[in-house]
């Protein structure tokens, strides 16, 4: 469940960031009631880019698909990658 704070809570930020560690999802931050700010760990904060650049190679690879480009075999990808780095 989403962590939610008001903005007044900010003043401690020794507080602010040990509950940023120890959630890991953004915790937002409410001004007058309404959503003001979203905040996270730095940690936290590289999850969420590395799962949208996960999203964006998984859409790419699904239109693909749907364009009918020629499957490589997991194989052969493996053999290219050994043949490139050497392992």
């Known amino acids: 469940m989403p962590e939610i ?5 900010l003043r401690n930020t020794s ?3 040990e509950l940023c560690h120890e959630q890991p999802e953004p915790i937002f931050i409410t001004k007058n009631g309404y959503g003001d ?3 996270m760990s730095i940690e ?3 999850r969420q880019l590395a799962m949208v650049d ?9 239109k693909q698909l749907a364009e009918g480009l020629p ?3 997991g194989e052969q ?5 050994r043949e490139k780095h050497g392992r």
């Open 5 to 9: 704070r008001p903005i007044a809570e």
């Open 37 to 39: 700010l979203v905040i």
């Open 54 to 62: 996960v999203y964006r190679k998984l859409a790419e690879a699904e």
């Open 77 to 81: 990808v493996f053999q290219r990658l």
């Open 44 to 46: 936290t904060y590289e």
């Open 15 to 17: 507080k602010i960031s």
């Open 71 to 73: 499957l490589v075999d």
